[in-house]
């Protein structure tokens, strides 16, 4: 199996359990309260990590309590962490929102030092980012860094995967970087302006995506799975429930941490998807992001079951 190099944030999620969100000038009564560790970068790292996968995570840190909770996490889970210490600058943190009937969630971000994630970073990386089997990124951190990260990765033969999370408009220069892009539905209508609330409008989006320049297109769908589209293939793949829905944060990140490591082990796309698929089962039965993710034990037993 070849590496995984993954470019993102690590935040310190803050996640206020509650029945609604509160209006503009209430306060309301909340009915649970969790600090632990997030970031859709990190998140991902962590997931790879557990399924066993060689992972080498770059982002920047501020010098702070979160920044602490962030090497502990990684020395945990096995990620290893190429990290600039920004003493200017502070540790992001998120605010999560989840609704405590349904488990759906609503997130605030603000990255702190990761916000200034440069080109530069990348460039310096360039040798790590070479030897790598896969490389993927995600949109919390500067595009300007992503962009390079691709660029790296692809010159060197790696594969690329971009999470286009949270969306923005893209040039098509930067689809043209990436043999793979992971949106979910919200993430496929913002990047092609197309409601997607079918498969068949995941279809239509993962094609305008195609035309713009990316290689293949994996569209999480939620309950329903994941839309594989590339090469002349378009299927979907069934989600693999593991239990009662506990909380769905953190669940894309966990399908993309096994998608990566199943392209890395050279696994088939439909197999690499399957992969992501379990692991975002087991992950959504757990409270947390980082910690829900599971291990590759789990995942195979999982898979195990059909």
Not at 47 to 63: N, Y
Not at 80 to 98: E, K, L, N, Q
Not at 116 to 128: G, K
Not at 164 to 181: G, I, K
Request: net charge negative.
């Amino acid at each position: 199996m070849g590496s995984v190099v993954i470019l993102g944030v690590f935040v310190a999620d803050t996640a206020y359990r509650a029945a609604r969100m509160p209006r503009m000038g209430e306060t309301i009564l909340g009915e649970g309260f969790v600090l632990g560790p997030g970031g859709k970068g990190s998140n991902q790292a962590v997931a790879a990590a557990r399924l066993g996968g060689e992972v080498h995570f770059i982002s920047r840190l501020g010098d702070d309590a979160f920044a602490a909770m962030a090497f502990d996490l990684w020395a945990g889970a096995g990620v290893r962490p190429v990290v600039v210490r920004d003493p200017g600058s502070y540790t992001g943190a998120a605010f999560i929102f989840v609704h405590a009937a349904s488990g759906d969630n609503a997130i605030i971000i603000s990255p702190g030092a990761a916000a200034r994630i440069a080109a530069a970073d990348l460039d310096a990386e360039a040798e790590l980012i070479g030897r790598a089997s896969v490389f993927m990124t995600q949109l919390e951190q500067p595009l300007e860094a992503a962009v390079r990260g691709l660029e790296i990765a692809r010159a060197a033969g790696a594969t690329t995967i971009l999470n286009p999370a949270p969306a923005r408009d893209l040039p098509d220069a930067v689809l043209a970087r990436c043999d793979w892009m992971t949106p979910n539905e919200s993430e496929a209508s913002a990047l092609t302006g197309l409601t997607v609330e079918s498969v068949e409008a995941a279809r239509a989006a993962a094609d305008a995506l195609l035309e713009r320049g990316a290689c293949g297109v994996v569209v999480t769908l939620g309950p329903q799975g994941a839309l594989l589209h590339a090469g002349g293939l378009s299927e979907v793949v069934p989600a693999m429930p593991a239990g009662r829905v506990v909380e769905t944060t953190g669940a894309g990140d966990a399908f993309n941490g096994g998608f990566a490591v199943g392209l890395a082990e050279g696994l088939p796309p439909r197999d690499a998807v399957r992969l992501g698929a379990a692991t975002a089962g087991i992950s959504v039965t757990r409270p947390g992001t980082a910690p829900s993710m599971p291990t590759r034990a789990e995942v195979q037993a999982l898979l195990a079951r059909g």
